[in-house]
């Protein structure tokens, strides 16, 4: 596996709350949830390829 690179993150308590509650419903982790919101933006502003459907991290 890839090393992962940490960071501080801050952010208002409504949005935290939201994106929380979207990772519950996606059965995903709070950072996992943003993680994948910010690859998504990526792909859908070609500056990244998307990757196969079995290679991506849910």
């Known amino acids: 596996m ?3 690179k940490s960071f501080l993150l ?3 308590p409504a ?3 939201e994106i929380e509650r979207w990772a ?3 059965l995903r ?3 996992g949830q943003i ?3 910010l690859k998504q933006a990526l ?3 070609k500056r990244m390829k998307d990757e196969p459907r ?3 991290e849910s």
């Open 24 to 26: 519950q419903q996606e």
């Open 2 to 4: 890839t090393e992962r």
């Open 54 to 56: 079995d290679r991506r």
């Open 43 to 45: 792909v859908a502003r």
């Open 10 to 12: 801050r952010m208002d």
């Open 15 to 17: 949005l935290w709350a």
């Open 35 to 37: 993680e994948y919101l």
């Open 29 to 31: 982790s709070v950072n």
